[in-house]
């Protein structure tokens, strides 16, 4: 009897044909409670549309309303083959560096004289090309100056296609990573790359590099700089075309069949140095090794 008797009140809590109640309340009371969250809700849409709104008329599409500016760039090289940044390869076998070769010839496509006349423009070398806005007119889009790719000379795969890797002076390309509004160099002095031997650690307080082994070097451009007139840098949208300008590095008597581990680094008036805890601000570290074993 017990047990009729819970189910006889479960089944009249979840509906009541006495009172017509479902679950305890009566349509008239649920029909209350569905519009409150109805309502409810709508309001909190209201308002997140509202704040979206409202937040979204401070952006500009072409520049970052908030920017955390790096005070150093990052710098990168070309070819890369992986992330531990090591280019490794045997002059007699060919299979070794032409995957080099290839990502130098995808990465400086772009810069064909010919692309870069269509896109580009003559800009006057040595001085900022600054685009200013009028105001509230927005002079975009902004043009951008042309960097060809025959600048590089030696290392422009124009003049030797394999970039010396078959011969043992491989071609290394330089880029300073992009920051917007960025004005590298001050009174007229262009920042530029200096390669040289990276310090790396053999025992617990004892550190060598490899100076001697890294030989001479070659600069594309001359004296590896990264001309004025291709900075200010001011965003995707609002320079569509931007080509980064490009240093090479050319090694022409490295040390073979060993490591050479080689740091690259920017040097300009008024751009300070890297810190030591970021490996990419400012420079880059690379291991090298040319083999000459059959």
Known sequence: MAKDGEKSEWKEFIWNPRTREFLGRTASSWGLILLFYVVFYIFLAGLFTLTMYVMLQTLDDHKPTWQDRLTTPGMVIRPKADETYEIVYNIHKTESWDMYTETLDKFLTPYNNSIQAQKNYECTPDQHFLQDDSGDVKNNPKRSCQFNRTILEDCSGMEDRYYGYQSGKPCIIIKLNRVIGMLPGKNGQAPYVTCGAKKYKIGKDEWTDDADKIGELMYFPPNGSFNLMYYPYYGKK??????????A?????????QDVNIECKINANNIPTGSERDKFAG???FKLRINTNN
Not at 249 to 257: A, M
Request: without cysteine; charged residues 10%.
């Open 249 to 257: 590095v050319k090694f022409l008597n490295i040390t073979v069949n």
């Open 283 to 285: 420079r880059v570290s």
């Open 238 to 247: 609002a320079q569509v075309n931007y080509s980064q300008p490009l240093v």
